[in-house]
């Protein structure tokens, strides 16, 4: 029967739409019999011998039923909280106003101050180009110069206590990406001035070939092409203030003498990610206010006593909420944002993100969803350690170890709990890598899909819950949270 | 810049797998230029002119996501309401016992019961195959029988108040499927008799040609074939009780004198087939008393009152398990309990659903979820509406009517509350099919499968919930409502 119903069944599955056609065929058929028999022999669709396997019908089912899952839980707590979004409270905090502070803005002059370590780079490397220093000195007074760069948040923000929380994310975060592009900036122009010193005569000639190459596929420009090579910046030209500032509002991270430019703005582009950013950051700050604040504040008890139910309960609670403003932070960051940037600056390279959606393992998603930091660390850290003569390992765990460093010092700093959770989640990222890559050989890529997806959805609220926890044992003592668990 | 950028995102798009090689590659290049340059013009990937167009990771998130909100809200429901699970209470529902009726079991004995229409039935059609009883006599015995049949639990129901709920339901499905299937052997055994008259010496021929052209692919089985040719069974050979018996256990509501059989019973397929029956009537059992009733339970308040935002967060919050119990019982019912059925009784076509998941318009979906229904509605009320020379809108909309009235009498009936929201609810399909149609033209297949999955999903739990209020007022009166709204 089985072999019957396959084949049955096969005849079945191509004809499904033209059902009533063929049963309307049938029926003359069947006319010249006198109990119009209506059966044959055929298996149901979900028996694995139909041979049948479109169910694409349930992907709009899935993303259906997300969306009424949604729309309830946004009706939920609209009848619980009713409205909390407060935009006064959005300008006190994006303004860094605070009522403790007063008139103060911290934040504020750490931000005009940036500009000091700044100049002072440019100085050094005006200096170490017209050979005034000499190159070792010069390199001392970069990393000095940097490690003063990165160290100073952390302890005007410990000695002060009017930072607003948003404040200091903002002023570690302009500190964290000031290190990075100044560290590219110092490395380039050294490359640069080892090249001028190792063949000086070769400089000029390779130059030019590399404005051949990029002319290639761009023929329609090639007048302002070939002005434009005529106006290419060598080394030492590029040392001046306009060249090292166009690189720092640049939305990249890695230095060179000449980046691709596009010949005009788009305007509706330009219209349309300011428009993005204006909005999408409304929304988070809606998202944060209503949904997100909630949960953390209600999550507080059940962690301190290690309530598993409840926990994991809360957890999965804020797991929506943060995962969607996760996604729409990316979204305004590295789209609307660096895009916005690059657009004003005639800034070419738009790749700022790769389809990390589609990863398949964790090292697929941090290679790809960040791609600026990505390319930063490959150039100036993984392929230079390759250089030094150590192994790919030892270059990956420095790469990783950069990065969980920067990931802490943007959360710990502000929230002053010098605790290793970022820091942990990040280097947890190496044996989850490993695992996630035998998942990807053992089940397929789909389950690698997954599995990297639930480490994103699952993993920031964890983390969030325990900064929170901390923050507050920290701040207000563990006294409270005694007193709380009364309640 | 355009031109570029879609040029170089293509190159990037198609090697977004082989990053780290090309970029190893890239790098060897590179080495002739002093400041490694790594920008090049290309678009982000969200753009629009970048044409990329791979998301399908998204489709592992949604079904991620739908996973994390399904475990949240059970945990939720869990702490809410601790395990309302009762399988005791179970045991009296399935059986019909109840404290009220004490031993009576009246839904057991209206079952034994109609065995009598049954064999009324048969005698009649043996009576008219001999020639006893005259045609017109035989034909108005026939519909007194059936319409008797199918008014009987009516009465009963409405008369006794010792009907469970779940004994009424079974009690009028029962009923239903037996008049469709009465009315279907009355009628080809009535197509069978017209041809013995009009052409008798033809009938023998046709019969063989017939089982010579069923023989046609299964090969191998000739030689049971042709034993089976032998006793090929003939009007009015077939009107018996065994055979009469069979179709009425036969997974069909059509009548035909051969039913295709299977040569053996697969016991792995047939203990499946039992499992999911046991396990699956157990889990729409917990669906039901853990989610639902509480749910259904909460509505009454903001139905009676008409509080429009408590009403669709409770219409929201029924949605999702009311749908999946309809999903468990649509599977359980057309897969495992039907197959179980055809397995043992050796009945060859499995053929009980459609792919309706892939339906792009209401019409699709209704000719596809309940194939047995649709085979019956065409072959015995629409093809011979047609015949009878009513044009297709007209014969259409009878089924329909029909359909409409049998969901009205399934729910009303056992509620004893004769509302017409399941009629109303069915006939609403008829504007609905042309809205959707309409959908499916302007804006494309998906947006007609998404229009008819929330039709399904969003339309059901309305219906509920306008029965339950109805119920309680019925069954308590007006001022329970009121003393309830108080509260």
Redesign the interface.
């Known amino acids: 029967?089985s072999?019957?119903?396959v084949?049955?069944?096969r005849r079945?599955?191509k004809s499904?739409?033209r059902?009533?056609e063929i049963?309307a065929e049938e029926?003359k058929a069947r006319k010249?019999?006198?109990?119009?028999?209506?059966?044959?022999?055929?298996?149901?669709?979900?028996?694995w011998n139909s041979g049948?396997d479109?169910?694409?019908?349930?992907?709009?089912?899935?993303?259906?039923?997300?969306s009424?899952?949604g729309?309830?839980l946004l009706?939920?707590n609209?009848?619980k909280y009713g409205i909390r979004i407060d935009p006064i409270q959005w300008l006190y905090i994006l303004t860094g106003y605070d009522d403790q502070s007063g008139s103060e803005h911290p934040a504020l002059i750490l931000a005009i101050y940036s500009n000091v370590p700044v100049i002072l780079c440019l100085l050094t490397e005006k200096g170490l180009a017209t050979e005034i220093i000499p190159n070792k000195t010069g390199m001392f007074v970069h990393v000095i110069n940097l490690l003063v760069l990165i160290l100073l948040p952390m302890a005007v923000i410990h000695v002060k206590d009017t930072f607003s929380l948003i404040g200091a994310s903002a002023v570690t975060t302009l500190y964290s990406v000031l290190f990075l592009k100044l560290w590219s900036y110092v490395q380039?122009n050294s490359?640069?001035r080892?090249?001028?010193q190792n063949h000086k005569s070769n400089?000029r000639r390779?130059?030019l070939s590399?404005s051949n190459l990029r002319k290639g596929?761009?023929n329609?420009s090639s007048k302002e092409e070939s002005t434009e090579d005529l106006k290419l910046a060598h080394?030492p030209d590029n040392l001046h203030v306009k060249d090292i500032y166009y690189f720092l509002l640049a939305p990249?991270l890695?230095?060179?003498?000449?980046?691709?430019k596009?010949?005009?703005i788009r305007k509706r582009f330009l219209f349309k990610r300011i428009v993005e950013v204006v909005l999408g950051v409304q929304l988070i700050l809606c998202i944060l206010q209503q949904y997100m604040i909630p949960t953390i504040k209600n999550s507080l008890i059940p962690f301190s006593v290690l309530d598993y139910?409840?926990s994991?309960?809360r957890l999965?609670?804020l797991?929506?909420p943060n995962?969607l403003a996760w996604l729409c932070m990316f979204?305004i960051m590295?789209?609307s944002w660096?895009?916005l940037l690059g657009e004003v600056l005639h800034f070419?390279?738009?790749?700022?993100?790769?389809?990390?959606?589609?990863?398949n393992n964790i090292d697929?998603f941090w290679?790809?969803w960040n791609l600026p930091v990505h390319?930063w660390a490959?150039?100036h850290l993984y392929?230079p350690m390759i250089d030094m003569g150590y192994n790919k390992v030892v270059a990956s765990t420095a790469v990783f170890f950069i990065s969980a460093f920067f990931h802490e010092y943007m959360v710990s700093v502000p929230l002053k709990t010098y605790k290793i959770w970022a820091f942990g989640g990040m280097m947890a990222q190496i044996p989850l890598s490993f695992v996630s890559k035998s998942i990807e050989k053992a089940y397929g890529s789909?389950f690698g899909?997954?599995v990297f997806?639930?480490s994103i959805?699952?993993g920031q609220p964890l983390c969030i819950m325990m900064y929170y926890h901390d923050y507050i044992v920290v701040k207000y003592g563990e006294s409270l949270l005694e007193e709380y668990s009364h309640l």
């Open positions: 029967m072999e019957n119903g084949e049955g069944i079945r599955t499904v739409t059902a009533e049963q029926k010249s019999q006198p109990d119009k028999p209506c059966h044959q022999p055929r298996d149901s669709l979900f028996s049948f479109n169910f694409t019908g349930f992907i709009n089912w899935a993303f259906l039923l997300l009424i899952g729309v309830r009706l939920e609209f009848l380039v490359w640069c080892i090249a001028r400089l390779q130059s590399y596929p761009n329609s080394y990249t890695c230095y060179e003498l000449n980046f691709p596009t010949d005009r139910t409840k994991t309960e999965l609670k797991a929506i995962h979204y590295f789209h660096l895009n070419a390279d738009r790749s700022f993100y790769g389809d990390w959606w589609n990863a697929t290679r790809n390319r490959l150039r392929f789909r899909n997954l997806w639930s959805i699952l």
